[in-house]
């Protein structure tokens, strides 16, 4: 059970800080622990040093994001003004900083690399980047590849993305704390889809020309079984031509319309920007990181936009659309998925 908003802040948040503190100060005792039980091992495998060195660093940029905003909320009266487009903003830039900082930690740590294809930059397409609100549709494949997806918006395409999330997500004290400053919406797990939907539509509907809703239509990380039970759900459904659809992808699940369908409605003049991800597909869990990061890492992503005057508006027609963007999507992954890394 999530802890009251007061625990969270008064306990959650200054232990991110405690912790970190904790962690440089002992930093070089972790580094010869993790060194000397890696030693048994060979090079490639040697992976704690760098888990360390990664952690270390979120948990400083995240105690440094946590006083900064501290700082903010004395600033605007304790709270009384956070709503103003001001102070909005610069959280947005707070994220769009911790982010930053956190995907170069990568690239050094971790060997990353990135490379996004994105629709041609035409006259238009630029333009509609700087005029149009834009609906999301991503799929889901682990916290890594979110990170990424909203770091992009932020600072590729200098939107101010919106987002539903799992409650769950607050036990994190600086999604907690920024999140909930913003227009995001945080979702009990148990709760009604319609609440869901009520939240999309709600920030949907109200999107200005900077502003980007960020939806994953599977719900959930992609898994073998929950992909089965997708189908299964679909059939229990009655729904044989999707369940069908459903069986023919490989790397995704079936996609549930309703939220994509409900943000469409309430932001009829938004485009529509469909992604797909490969790299960080099996790297979910912390056992998942130990056992199968492997020595350096490429993400590729591509990107297609949707104009709004070119996207459905009969709900039929809406779902066959979104299921005919899934069906390239998949396709996509087959062709640029890397080979799995072996368990060790």
């Known amino acids: 059970m999530l802890p009251p908003r007061i625990i969270r802040r008064l306990v959650l948040a200054p232990l991110i800080v405690v912790l970190a503190v904790g962690a440089v100060i002992t930093l070089p005792i972790w580094l010869l622990v993790v060194t000397a039980a890696s030693l048994r091992l060979p090079p490639p495998q040697r992976r704690g040093t760098r ?3 990664f952690a270390v660093a979120w948990l400083t940029l995240e105690s440094m994001l946590l006083c900064a905003c501290l700082g903010l909320w004395v600033a605007n009266g304790f709270g ?53 609100p834009v609906i999301v ?18 600072t590729g395409y200098d939107r101010r993305p ?3 999330m799992k409650a769950a997500l607050q036990f994190d004290p600086s999604l907690d704390v920024v999140i909930n400053r913003l227009p995001n919406a945080f979702v009990p797990d148990r709760v009604a889809e319609s609440g869901i939907l009520d939240e999309i539509r709600r ?3 109200d999107m200005d020309a900077d502003d980007a809703l960020v939806i994953f ?24 031509a999707e369940a069908a659809r459903a069986r023919r992808l490989e790397h995704l699940m079936a996609p549930r319309p309703n939220g994509a369908i409900a943000a469409i409605e309430a932001c009829p003049q938004a485009d529509v ?27 590729k992503a591509k990107w297609w936009r949707v104009q709004a005057a070119d996207v459905p508006r009969d709900r039929e027609e809406q779902i066959r659309w979104l299921f005919d963007h899934w069906d390239e999507i998949d396709a996509w992954i ?8 072996p368990t060790l």
Not at 227 to 233: H, N, Y
Not at 274 to 299: E, K, N, Q, Y
Not at 334 to 341: C, D, I, K, M, V
Request: glycine letters at 6%; hydrophobic letters at 45%; zero cysteines.
């Open 217 to 240: 239509p599977e719900g959930g990380n992609f898994t073998p079984k929950r992909r089965w039970r997708a189908i299964l759900r679909l059939e229990q459904k009655g729904l044989a």
């Open 80 to 132: 009384a003004r956070l709503n103003r487009d001001e102070y909005q903003e610069r959280h947005y830039e707070l994220i769009r900083w911790f982010l930053a900082k956190i995907y170069e930690a990568a690239v050094r740590i971790f060997r990353l690399s990135v490379e996004v294809d994105e629709p041609v930059p035409t006259a238009d397409e630029l333009s509609r980047r700087l005029t149009r």
């Open 203 to 205: 920030l949907s509907s």
């Open 51 to 53: 888990l360390v060195w």
């Open 137 to 154: 549709l991503s799929r889901h494949a682990g916290p890594g590849d979110s990170f990424l997806l909203i770091h992009h918006l932020l």
């Open 273 to 299: 920007v469909f992604v797909a991800h490969t790299g960080l597909d099996d790297l979910i869990t912390l056992g998942d990181i130990w056992h199968r990061l492997p020595v350096s890492t490429a993400i």
């Open 334 to 341: 087959a062709e640029n998925r890397p080979a799995p890394a």
């Open 162 to 164: 919106r987002i539903v």
